[in-house]
């Protein structure tokens, strides 16, 4: 099992500009996460969502939209991409309070 | 809402010595507490967790203690190896809250040969 697949890995984008970062899991996860992870700040939650076809909000998602069409993959979209978004994000899925985490992206807005 | 502070923010031990990391919750809500070792350019990986009807629990090097009263945990690894340097995360998380999980800042263990 591959456990939790997050692409791409790095990218690089301009102010303004838009980007989606996709997440799959092969667990047969219901529940899955979008965190962003800051210096010193450890790691919060910008979406997340109970099963396929729902999304809620989390502790900062101002600035991101996220879609869960399919069980195994959720989606996180930057409309509009500013520096404050600078950050390494990571998606996690659980089947119940242990959550399991992807490898990272690292986006740099400039 | 939940808040986590976790102490210290690094920590430098010598080989075979012991390390502690000491987290504080403020929801007394909050009834799982899990710990997270991240590598360098990893994922954070879980490496033991407790629940707030144990006070105790011990995975053979590492162990962790919950306080519910004072609403604190700590994580305690013992006979300390290279391989243990990393980034470790407390968190909590109350019922129904599924893998939403709020995170202490982090503690960077270097563990010196």
């Known amino acids: 099992n591959a456990g939790v697949t997050q692409t791409p890995k790095f990218r690089v984008l301009k102010t303004g500009q838009s980007m989606t970062l996709l997440c799959a899991q092969d667990?047969?996860?219901?529940?899955m996460y979008w965190y962003r992870q800051d210096p010193g700040m450890g790691l919060r939650l910008i979406h997340y969502s109970v099963g396929e076809g729902t999304t809620a909000k989390g502790e900062v998602p101002d600035g991101y939209n996220v879609s869960r069409l399919k069980k195994q993959n959720f989606l996180l979209g930057l409309e509009s991409a500013a520096p404050s978004q600078t950050s390494v994000y990571f998606c996690?899925?659980?089947?119940?309070?242990?959550?399991?985490f992807g490898q990272g992206t690292r986006l740099t807005v400039v | 809402g939940e808040n986590v502070e976790q102490h210290p923010s690094t920590l430098s031990v010598q080989e075979g010595d012991s390390a502690v990391i000491k987290c504080t919750y403020s929801?007394?809500?909050?009834?799982?507490f899990p710990w997270y070792k991240q590598e360098l350019g990893k994922g954070p990986q879980l490496i033991i967790d407790i629940r707030s009807n144990v006070g105790e629990k011990k995975d053979q090097r590492i162990a962790v203690t919950l306080n519910k009263t004072a609403k604190h945990f700590s994580l305690h690894i013992t006979e300390t190896q290279p391989e243990d340097s990393a980034v470790y995360f407390c968190?909590?998380?109350?019922?129904?809250?599924?893998?939403?999980?709020?995170f202490g800042a982090g503690t960077q263990v270097v563990v010196t040969p």
């Open positions: 929801d007394s809500a909050s009834n799982y």
């Open positions: 996690a899925s659980s089947y119940g309070s242990e959550a399991f």
């Open positions: 667990m047969n996860h219901e529940y």
């Open positions: 968190a909590a998380s109350g019922p129904d809250s599924w893998g939403k999980l709020q």
